[in-house]
């Protein structure tokens, strides 16, 4: 029997979890089993495991506490979505893209002149720990939305931080659809393209010069936007 790729396997856990969430068997408030007790219930990997709650998190269905787990959040105190929460329509992750596109790329201008060392720091951290999460032979999803929240709490203005955490798992559309590539190393070499992308933005950042920020913004938002056109086959309409 072919094992189904952990990405799937992450999606699966996360629309059980978020099922039972939103069905009432996990009440605002609950702690979730440990990642430990999950592996064996479920019989995934903690990789998994750790990618599905990283997904619910973003999507604004649970939060996490600091030595303490994750517990189901309160939903009268959900993110606004622009989108259903797991969409997989290439309309709406083409729609969202290019919304980001008009705001991310002045928040990267922004966070340019406005970032001190503390926020540059907390950029950088980011940006690290995607590259370990890469690594570890992981998606990175929550790290690469980490990353992107950092640049906008870098602007000095709530605003941008909070127009991401509206958008929550829509930031980082991999999670949402699945990429057509035929072998691991592939999806690597796309990763870590992604990555050097971000050691741009940082790199402007650092170096305070907010056209070449907003200029690598822009070319990191719009190749991955490229992508997924190219993935839609100019249907605009259509689904993975």
Known sequence: MVKPPENNLAEQVMARLSADIRGGRLAPGTRLPTEQMLTMELGVSRTVVREAVAALRADGLIVTRRGSGAYVADPSAGPFRIVPPRATSLTDILNVMELRLAVEVQAAGLAAERADR????????????????LKRGEGAVAEDFAFHRAIAEATGNDQFPGFLAYLGSHVIPRQSVRLDMDTPAERRLYLERIQAEHTRIVTAIADKDPAEARRAMRDHLTRSLDRYRTLAGGNRNGRP
């Open 118 to 133: 503390k926020k540059l720091g907390s950029i950088r951290a980011a940006w690290r720990a995607i590259d370990a999460a």
